[in-house]
Nanobody, 124 residues
Framework: QVQLVESGGGLVQAGGSLRLSCAASGRTFSNRAMGWFRRAPGKEREFVAAITWSSDSTYYADSVKGRFTISRDNAKITVYLQMNSLRPEDTAIYYC?????????????????WGQGTQVTVSS
């Protein structure tokens, strides 16, 4: 079993930055790809970014490429999402997600574990 707890959300002005963290627990965290999704008001949950266990591969949605960076620290069992140049359209609840594989972490229907989410609000 894997438990995921997000933190770091908040209110920021357009052009600002936030860093989200996702702390994982559970003995089955090893070798899992991790990712982030978001759900904006009135919209479906969408993929944001994913990273392999070894951090040798990352993948981003086109809408965040060049502005967001996903990283992880396996010693701390934590995944991060650095968000720069934030826009009002980035406003959403951001969810941490866990594999089992990299391929399954980029599609919401095949994610195995979800966090509860953290709210990010970007004002114009």
């Amino acid at each position: 079993q894997v438990q995921l707890v997000e933190s770091g959300g908040g209110l920021v002005q357009a052009g600002g930055s936030l860093r989200l963290s996702c702390a994982a627990s559970g003995r089955t965290f090893s070798n899992r790809a991790m990712g982030w999704f978001r759900r904006a008001p009135g919209k479906e949950r969408e993929f944001v970014a994913a990273i392999t266990w070894s951090s040798d591969s990352t993948y981003y949605a086109d809408s965040v490429k060049g502005r967001f960076t996903i990283s992880r620290d396996n010693a701390k069992i934590t995944v991060y999402l650095q968000m720069n140049s934030l826009r009002p359209e980035d406003t959403a609840i951001y969810y941490c997600a866990a594999g089992p594989s990299f391929q399954t972490t980029v599609v919401a229907d095949t994610v195995q574990y979800w966090g509860q989410g953290t709210q990010v609000t970007v004002s114009s």
